[in-house]
């Protein structure tokens, strides 16, 4: 295997980390809309009314509007993280050896960083990196690079 096809595997695979992170942002952004909702609701029901019909309700109704949006966004990103962890695990399964598969699924979908694997499963560390870089030869892409 090439450096090249090495890198596009090492890349393919870190999709999953991407996709965790991303869905990570848009859970945070929703828990701070959802506080701010929240505030500016009881705002609205606590404003005196000034005789405009709706007074407040606008801006609540807005935001309860646009926190539906990134609850949305929030799917759509749960959604993709979960393909694309289904993706990788089926490429992962490609690999015959049980302790290189075992340290795909650690490094790629436990985020696991390889000291971490080598002493989780009492090898060395260069044994794991030995049997990391045979599982990446072994792993099979299905044409997805």
Do not use: C
Request: no cysteine.
């Amino acid at each position: 295997m090439t450096q090249e096809e090495r890198k596009a595997k090492v890349n393919w695979l870190n999709r999953a980390f991407h996709a965790e992170k991303n869905a990570r942002a848009w859970m945070a952004k929703l828990e701070r809309d959802r506080s701010l909702a929240e505030r500016i609701s009881r705002n609205a029901s606590e404003s005196p009314q000034t005789g405009t019909v709706g007074a407040g309700s606008n801006s609540t109704e807005d935001y309860l509007i646009r926190l539906a949006g990134t609850q949305e966004r929030l799917q759509e990103a749960l959604r993709e993280l979960v393909d694309v962890r289904e993706e990788i695990s089926a490429a992962i399964r490609t690999v015959t050896d049980p302790d290189a598969q075992t340290i795909l699924v650690r490094h790629y979908l436990a985020y696991e960083k390889f000291d971490v694997i080598a002493e989780r499963m009492h090898y060395s560390l260069s044994t794991v990196m030995r049997k990391y870089r045979f599982a990446l030869e072994m792993l099979t892409l299905n044409d997805t690079l």
